[in-house]
Each structure stands twice: as C-alpha cells, then as structure tokens.
C-alpha cells in the first residue's frame, strides 16, 4: 500500500542536541512539507519542498532544517537553535504543487526534551 | 491575512445526535476549504473538501457546503457514531500552488 512513513513514532532529546526526523513516501508525490502541531493549535508549516533539491521556509523555520536529495525522502532536522522543540510533527505530501488535492499525512513523530 | 476560525472544543454528543463544527475563514481570493480528521495519536486524513462557492463536500455521512457569503464551512453529520470521536480541522488553501492555513482543531467525543 502507498502512504507516508515517519520515523521513529517518539524521540527524546536531550539539551543541545540534533535530531532528525524521517519521512518517507512511495506515493510519487512532488511536494512534500513538515508540520509543528502543539497542544490546542492548528498545525503550523516549518518547510515544505515542491519538487527535488528545492524547499522553502514555512511560518516558523528558525531552529529547523531539511533537505530533499530523493523525490520519496524529506528528513526534518530539529537543530540545537531550537528553543521550544518539544511537540508533535506532521509530514504530509500531495500529488501536485497546488495541494488542491488535499494532503497524505503521516503519522507523526512525537519529540521530547528531556 | 487569512485565517481559519473554529468552534471551541470539547463537543461532547451521544451517539446518533446531531453534530455541526462550526468554521468560518478569513481569505483573500477564492480558497478551496477543507475538513481534515486526526484520531488519536495518528496524522490527519483528508474527511472532504470543496473548491468553490455553493460546493457541497461529503463523505462518511459528514457534509459541508462552501457558503461565500457568510465565508463558512460548517461540518454537519446526521448521526454520530463512538467511532467519529477523534479531533476535526478545517483548513482553507489560498493563492493556488501556496500552502494550507488551519483551523486550531475541535475536538469530539462521541459517548455510548
């Protein structure tokens, strides 16, 4: 079956560390994009990447970093910069740049400092 | 800017009881709007969506019409079920190729 894979389900980290977050998908999607969500809030966009070796920055991309070298991978990185890491991350893909399909989810990654 | 207004949770119904979320957006344009589900400790899925004015989005007994006028995208279902618990985002997709805006969520318990 296609879908979006995220890994690992949680992770911890501790002080001053980095962290990557995996996301995979076998949807042959073009775009593909990473979400922040926090308790009694709406998801927020950190990056989001239209096509291969291209991305751009969402709402609240301090403290974050990504790449997309492979059309199916899009790792998120939680950098030391960021201050307040702790919450529930979200991958998603669609099928074209305009989203007007609607997005695939992932899973979620749940990250804790500790 | 545009934004995304939802009912504030918890909405508490018993099972078969008639449920309206409400959701009205701020946008410039003509946004296609969306309503997104997320149970517990999973991402969201796709519920409906509709992409212009009067649309009616429907799926899994849930609907919602895209009402210009009142810039509103109520979710409604006829009856719920336990298994409808879960907590439901509306969204709105603005400047076609750009990026969701969503709503903070609402969550839904649905009792026995």
């Known amino acids: 079956d296609g879908g979006i894979t995220q890994s690992p389900k949680y992770l911890f980290r501790k002080e001053g560390q980095n962290v990557t977050l995996s996301c995979e998908q076998n949807?042959?999607?073009?775009?593909m994009y990473w979400y922040r969500q926090d308790p009694g809030q709406g998801l927020r966009l950190i990056y989001y990447s239209q096509i291969v070796n291209d991305f751009q920055k969402g709402d609240i991309a301090e403290g974050y970093s990504v790449s997309r070298e492979k059309k199916e991978s899009f790792p998120l990185t939680v950098t030391s910069a960021q201050k307040n890491p702790t919450a529930f991350y979200l991958c998603a893909s669609s099928i074209e740049q305009s989203g007007n399909y609607g997005y695939t989810f992932g899973s979620g990654t749940r990250l804790t400092v500790v | 800017g545009n934004s995304v207004t939802q009912m504030e949770g918890p909405v508490t119904l018993s099972e078969e009881a008639f449920l309206t979320i409400n959701c009205t957006y701020t946008?410039?344009?003509?946004?296609?709007l969306f309503w997104y589900v997320q149970y517990p400790g999973e991402g969201l899925q796709l519920l409906l969506k509709a992409t212009k004015a009067d649309d009616k989005g429907s799926n899994k007994g849930f609907e919602a019409t895209y009402r210009k006028e009142t810039t509103s995208f109520h979710l409604e279902k006829g009856s719920v079920q336990v298994s409808d618990s879960a907590v439901y985002f509306c969204?709105?997709?603005?400047?076609?190729?750009?990026?969701?805006?969503f709503g903070p969520g609402t969550r839904l318990s649905v009792l026995p």
């Open positions: 949807l042959n999607h073009d775009a």
């Open positions: 969204a709105l997709l603005y400047n076609y190729g750009q990026n969701f805006v």
């Open positions: 946008a410039t344009g003509y946004p296609s």
